[in-house]
């Protein structure tokens, strides 16, 4: 076994080669998406508390709202809820990219990871308080719900992958072509 190569044993016993450098990837990918997300928000906050910026008339611009909810401000009064829930998605999707072995599988989820981070850093330190913050969304497009970076990068991650599952040969074509 090669220093650059790390070898990992899955479930099913057969030694498979990582790919060189996914850690980095993963962690570049995930405190891209987190840093982006906080310093957009901390602009929002900042710049956006005296009125709305339109951007192309009045269908794109920055509008500063908080959520207390979900997505698409529902389970308003789940806050503490939702923040353990997103602890345990971030645990769960950690797990997920430790055993992932394709590189665009690896990327959509380190971006679901750094988007449930990004928000889940809202639920902890922002008002009105531990477990009980609120999002800070700030992207209006028309008449779409007001969003931020780490929705984006959650709704990327997931259309990702959706990509990647239909890209996946089944395990009877993948032992047909050895």
Do not use: Y
Request: charged share 20%; proline share 4%.
């Amino acid at each position: 076994m090669s220093a650059s190569t790390a070898r990992r044993v899955p479930s099913d016993g057969a030694e498979r080669s990582s790919p060189p450098g996914r850690g980095v990837l993963v962690v570049a990918i995930v405190l891209g998406v987190v840093v982006l997300d906080q310093c957009t928000k901390l602009w929002a906050v900042d710049r956006l508390a005296h009125g709305p910026i339109d951007v192309i008339g009045s269908d794109i611009g920055f509008r500063l709202s908080r959520n207390s909810g979900g997505a698409f401000s529902v389970f308003q009064a789940f806050t503490p809820f939702l923040a353990l829930l997103a602890v345990v998605l971030s645990v769960i999707l950690v797990r997920a990219v430790a055993r992932t072995e394709g590189r665009l599988m690896l990327v959509a989820l380190a971006l679901v990871l750094g988007g449930a981070l990004g928000n889940l850093v809202d639920r902890l330190v922002r008002g009105p308080g531990f477990l009980r913050g609120e999002v800070v969304d700030f992207i209006g497009v028309k008449s779409f719900p007001t969003f931020n970076v780490a929705d984006s990068a959650i709704t990327i991650g997931a259309a990702l992958l959706m990509v990647a599952v239909l890209r996946e040969p089944d395990d009877a074509d993948a032992e047909a072509a050895r």
